[in-house]
């Protein structure tokens, strides 16, 4: 999710195990094209490694999708996941490289639909009333609107991929309730934060089983270690504040690394 709109207002898994799902036994040896869809969060915004030549997609060498080619040896991958890639911007400009011979997908979409950016300058700088006001807005998008906007996305990875396993990712709940930050936003913010995006990994799973999609939850790996938490992967508010509220490399390769993999398969 492209958290740089608040300007306005403001190790990975051992490569044996990665190479095991696919029946591989060496470094020569390659699964099914691999493609990487999605937003921030599959990009790795947040992680470092971006490289140059993404530009402002900014892809990152330490993303769960390149970690995951880097162990399981694909047949081919391209990684078209950009910042702040809204349902619509996936559709006109990430599919390309889908075919017949893609073997798997993954994505991670629907936070920017959801405005969680606005969100998140919202609550950051208003009172709990204003911030939970908000946040139900946003629900209420991710009740009426999103569902409809991932099946769009969906139907036409199916019919650009009909071989592939897809694998939809959701999001990591933001703030360890009860934890202890120095300067971090309130309880009543936190829970209502927290509750949004509880509410979107559960539209996004029920649209993904709808098209039989696999679904890779990461709110329980990332217990623990959300922001106020004692050690966190993920970013509070940085400077500059591209990052804020994105995983760090660690979460990219404990958190959402072992939950690709695992469903991968």
């Known amino acids: 999710m492209r958290i740089t709109r608040l300007v306005a207002t403001l190790s990975a898994l051992p490569l044996i195990a990665a190479l095991s799902l696919w029946g591989t036994s060496g470094a020569g040896a390659a699964g099914p094209g691999y493609v990487a869809l999605g937003d921030s969060y599959s990009a790795g915004v947040g992680a470092g490694g971006t490289t140059a030549a993404s530009g402002e997609c900014r892809r990152s060498t330490r993303a769960y999708p390149e970690l ?31 075919g017949s011979a893609t073997g798997l997908v993954s994505i991670t979409v629907g936070g920017d639909d959801a405005g969680f950016a606005q969100v998140m300058a919202t609550c950051a700088l208003s009172a709990d009333l204003l911030c939970v006001q908000r946040v ?50 309130g309880e009543a913010k936190r829970t209502a934060i927290d509750g949004g995006i509880d509410q979107l990994d559960s539209v996004i799973a029920d649209r993904a089983a709808a098209h039989g999609f696999a679904f890779g939850d990461v709110r329980g790996v990332f217990a623990a270690h959300e922001i106020c938490g004692q050690d966190p992967w993920l970013h509070s508010v940085t400077l500059p ?25």
Do not use: E
């Open 68 to 98: 995951w080619a880097a162990a399981a040896a694909p047949a081919s991958f391209a990684f078209t996941a950009c910042d702040g890639a809204t349902t619509v911007d996936v559709l006109n400009g990430q599919l390309g490289a889908l």
């Open 241 to 265: 504040v591209g990052d804020s509220y994105h995983p760090t490399a660690v979460g990219q390769s404990h958190g959402y690394l072992p939950v690709f993999t695992a469903v991968a398969g």
């Open 136 to 185: 139900d807005r946003a629900r209420g998008f991710v009740r009426d609107s999103l569902p409809g906007l991932l099946d769009t996305v969906y139907s036409a990875i199916r019919a650009r991929a009909p071989h592939a396993r897809v694998v939809v990712l959701g999001y990591p709940r933001f703030y360890q309730r009860g934890g202890g930050c120095l300067a971090g936003l």
